[in-house]
């Protein structure tokens, strides 16, 4: 059996590098953002800034595992230890995220993983999917107007039908090697014997009231005085312990059957005031997708691979690298240090270009079908060419979206609206299998509701938000559908963007990464490839540099983290700048001569752990 790896795990991690990672309950204080003006409010991140702390990048030989909290990295660690798979490691790890990171992922959520055996690549799809009884007008008011973003997500409505647990099943029979029930170990005793509030997790809850409205939550979270329990808190979860248990038992049918099952629906559709349509025949049914990867050549060196729709992430990701590429620079990249005004101006006029196709084209590929016929249409060099041609000296702020293979569509595209939550993994095992997972709940704390499994004790897992990922709208002015529009069994449109990068050469795998941040997660993952392999930063520096992000709109720059000239030069270009917290949650694992050499982002909790 495993370790009791909560006794170890605090002089391990803090041994790495004292000087440069200090124990993360002494995290600092991120710097504050600059007060937009009203007409130029950022749209808020997923999950806010809960302090910055230094990481020094990890150099291992054999294995490594990255993920978003310590404990959870360390439950990967021990599988790997013990010879386990990367795969075994990745259950393991999302087990103790749904105990530690509760407000970004857990087994009331979803996922994606990308994993390659030493051979061959594999996709498997654990997205959320609309319940049988949804239908396109679930977030419209009536007088047809949407509900607001709140409004639709706290409570049952917005609670699509999980699949991260049976997606990680089927992935394990597939690709597992030591037992289902040994690898959620960990999770259990954890979850029995407590562990230690964070700051980032305390810091979440302070600003979620609206958690408190949900009797369980409440009880669990918060203290009497409805404050949340303070850093350092030994938080036990035995609700939690006894799911994991039957689930380590009984599967994933211990989760979508029986009296799981029943409690999750009961909650769901009798919340008090947003009641949802999820039934145990939905979590009875759910089935977990095998897709086929995308995989596109870049500079004539890579090839990056990433998930097909229903997420967008690796289309977007690709569609800017390509655009960009295809640019003419006016000066070079980097300035000192940082991403230069010129190169931010060609950046993010090629991602306002992707996300105008991203918000037309992209949906669950069993509902709409791919432009011109193959969703590969999108990132062909001539149409990423003729995209490029449309950047010029004055920034487009708002772009239209394209015809891939000559081909306009008849819909209407998705209107910009919040995207949430997520945790990211990256795991590179001992016998070359690696993969990049990334799961979510939507947004900070999921739906705001959480189900003790019928069990009646303390504590328990928090159920999705993810049907707020689908367009409120299912159609514009003009009655033209929007592809992404609510329909029954429909999985929303993602932006995770687990990513694997192999040498197109001879096929060795290079990089694993990915990031959670909503929408955002496509700029994170394009910076940290284009830093890793254009620029040659390793895979810490390049996390560590500074993030730009638009979604179509303005140019939205990581609060202090540029000098006054390149704002001002932005600003000279047509550019509209905010600068924001962009709390982006990166790992990243990468070849070297060596072994492997890891970084984790400082925005947050993670670190990496390997041999």
Not at 382 to 406: C, V
């Amino acid at each position: 059996m495993f370790k009791q790896y909560p006794t170890w795990l605090g002089p391990r991690v803090s041994a790495i590098r004292p000087a440069r990672l200090p124990h993360w309950l002494l995290a600092l204080c991120l710097v504050g953002c600059a007060a937009p003006p009203a007409e130029l409010a950022a749209p808020a991140m997923p999950e806010g800034p809960s302090g910055l702390v230094a990481k020094p990048g990890w150099a291992v030989s054999r294995f490594a595992v990255a993920a978003a909290n310590p404990l959870a990295t360390a439950a990967g660690f021990q599988v790997l230890q013990a010879g386990g798979t990367a795969v075994d490691a990745a259950v393991a790890v999302q087990m103790v995220l749904a105990l530690v990171e509760p407000q970004s992922s857990g087994i009331g959520g979803g996922a994606f993983l990308l994993h390659f055996d030493g051979q061959a690549l594999q996709a498997w799809d654990g997205r959320e999917t609309a319940p049988a009884a949804a239908d396109e007008r679930l977030f419209l008011q009536p007088d047809g107007k949407p509900m607001g973003f709140m409004q639709a997500l706290v409570g049952g409505r917005a609670v699509g039908v999980p699949g991260a647990v049976r997606m990680l099943e089927v992935a394990h029979r597939a690709q597992g090697r030591l037992p289902w029930a040994r690898l959620i170990q960990p999770a259990i005793t954890l979850a029995e014997q407590g562990f230690a509030v964070s700051p980032r997790l305390h810091t979440q809850l302070a600003d979620s009231p609206a958690l408190l409205r949900d009797a369980q939550a409440a009880a669990y979270f918060y203290r009497a005085d409805g404050q949340p329990h303070p850093v350092g808190h030994l938080l036990r979860n035995p609700a939690l312990a006894e799911v994991l248990r039957r689930i380590a038992a009984g599967g994933s049918a211990a989760l979508h059957t029986g009296t799981v099952a029943a409690d999750i629906a009961r909650r769901v559709q009798g919340h008090a005031s947003n009641p949802g349509r999820l039934t145990t025949a939905d979590l009875a049914s759910y089935q977990a997708r095998t897709r086929e990867p995308i995989c596109t050549d870049w500079q004539a060196i890579y090839r990056v691979c990433g998930m097909p729709p229903p997420s967008s992430g690796h289309l977007a990701v690709m569609q800017i690298l390509g655009t960009l590429d295809a640019t003419r620079p006016a000066g070079p990249a980097l300035q000192a240090g940082l991403p230069s005004a010129d190169w931010l101006h060609r950046y993010t006029d090629a991602a306002r270009l992707a996300f105008a196709d991203r918000a037309m084209y992209v949906a669950d590929p069993d509902f709409v079908s791919p432009p011109a016929g193959r969703w590969a249409s999108l990132l062909d060099p001539a149409y990423l060419q003729s995209r490029a041609a449309l950047i010029g000296e004055k920034s487009l702020q708002q772009a239209q979206p394209g015809a891939p293979g000559g081909q306009r569509s008849a819909a209407a595209g998705q209107t910009e609206q919040p995207e949430h939550g997520t945790s990211h993994i990256s795991i590179v095992d001992g016998e070359g299998r690696a993969l990049a997972m990334t799961t979510t709940i939507e947004a900070v704390f999921g739906a705001h509701l959480m189900s003790d499994g019928g069990t009646g004790l303390a504590g328990g897992f928090l159920l999705n938000n993810e049907l707020t990922d689908f367009s409120m709208l299912p159609s514009d002015a003009q009655g033209r559908p929007v592809a992404n529009r609510v329909q029954p069994g429909k999985r929303p449109r993602s932006s995770m963007s687990p990513t694997l990068v192999f040498d197109r050469r001879d096929g060795r795998l290079l990089m694993s990464l990915g990031s959670p941040g909503g929408a955002a997660i496509i700029h994170f993952t394009a910076k940290t490839l284009i830093a890793t392999l254009d620029w040659r930063l390793n895979a810490q520096q390049a996390i560590d540099l500074p993030n730009f992000v638009t979604y179509n709109g303005p140019t939205l720059l990581e609060a202090g983290r540029f000098p006054v000239s390149t704002v001002e030069a932005l600003k000279a270009r047509g550019h509209r700048v905010i600068e924001t917290d962009l709390t982006s949650g990166l790992q990243a694992i990468q070849r070297t001569t060596t072994g492997w050499f890891g970084g984790a982002d400082p925005r947050r909790e993670g670190v990496v752990m390997g041999q």
